[in-house]
C-alpha cells in the first residue's frame, strides 16, 4: 500500500459543486501539504499544515479550504468548483526530523470541473 | 524570494542519445536542498535527488548523473544513453534554509521525450 494515499484518484464534476480530495498517510511524517499542477506551470503550493493546529496558505489559496484531521489526514476541499480548478492535485508529505525539506507525494488526484 | 527556472520546456532526442536537462535557481539562504523529480506518463511523482548547498561533489547513478555547481547557481542533469522509459517531465526543487518547512519551490518542468 501506497505511503500517502489520495482519494478519489480522478473526479468530473460541474461548475459550483462542492468537491472534498482527501489525503491520509502512514509516514508519520507531521508536515503535509497540497499542490496544484497545470501543464506548462509546474507545482504550486496551495495549503500546508505543520499539526492539527497549524494550518497555513500557499502560494494559490483563493477557492480552496483544508482541513487537517489528525496527524496522519489532510483534505482539501473546493466549496464552489469552477472549470478552472481543473487539474491535477496532489498531496505530500514531509519529516520534521530529517529537515531537509523533501515531500512524499501521493498518487495524485485528476479533478476536471465541467 | 526563490525561483527555479527550468528554460527548456520540451526535449525530444533519439534512443541512445546523451541528454542534459538544465535547473538554475535563485535563493538568498546560505543552507538549502536542491531536489529532481521524475513524473513518467502514468503521472506519479519519483524522487531522484536531493542534494545539500554544502555539498558541490557531482553525483552518479547509473544513466543518470547531477552537476552541480553554486557559482552559477545551477544544479543540471545528464540522462547518458537515454531510454525510451526515460520519457517523462521532469522537475527541479529548491527547499529554503528552514528545511523546506514551507514546502518547495518547484521549476515549471521540462517535458523529455525519447524516441526510439
Known amino acids: 500500500d501506497a505511503d500517502v494515499t489520495q482519494t478519489p484518484r480522478n473526479r468530473i464534476t460541474k461548475t459550483g459543486k462542492r468537491i472534498m480530495l482527501e489525503c491520509s498517510q502512514t509516514k508519520g511524517h507531521d508536515r503535509m501539504y497540497w499542490y496544484r499542477q497545470d501543464p506548462g506551470l509546474g507545482l504550486r503550493l496551495i495549503y500546508y499544515?505543520?499539526?492539527?493546529?497549524?494550518?497555513n496558505k500557499g502560494e494559490i489559496s483563493d477557492g480552496y479550504s483544508v482541513s487537517r484531521q489528525a496527524q496522519a489526514k489532510f483534505s482539501l476541499s473546493l466549496e464552489s468548483a469552477i472549470p478552472n480548478q481543473t487539474a491535477l492535485y496532489f498531496c505530500a508529505t514531509s519529516d520534521l526530523g530529517v529537515n531537509t525539506g523533501e515531500l512524499f507525494f501521493g498518487e495524485g488526484s485528476r479533478l476536471t470541473v465541467l | 524570494a526563490q525561483k527555479v527556472t527550468q528554460a527548456q520546456t520540451e526535449i525530444s532526442v533519439v534512443e541512445k542519445e546523451d541528454v542534459t536537462l538544465d535547473c538554475v535557481y535563485e535563493?538568498?539562504?546560505?543552507?538549502?536542498?536542491l531536489f529532481w523529480y521524475k513524473q513518467p506518463p502514468s503521472g506519479e511523482l519519483v524522487f531522484l535527488i536531493r542534494?545539500?548547498?554544502?555539498?558541490?561533489q557531482n553525483e552518479i547513478s547509473g544513466r543518470y548523473s547531477w552537476n552541480f555547481q553554486k557559482s552559477t547557481s545551477s544544479f543540471n542533469f545528464t540522462i547518458t544513453a537515454s531510454q525510451v522509459v526515460d520519457s517523462a517531465v521532469y522537475f527541479c526543487a529548491l527547499s529554503d534554509s528552514g528545511g523546506g518547512a514551507d514546502g518547495l519551490t518547484f521549476g515549471k518542468g521540462t517535458h523529455l521525450i525519447i524516441q526510439p
Open positions: 542534494r545539500n548547498s554544502f555539498d558541490e
Open positions: 499544515s505543520f499539526d492539527v493546529k497549524d494550518i
Open positions: 535563493t538568498r539562504d546560505t543552507t538549502y536542498y
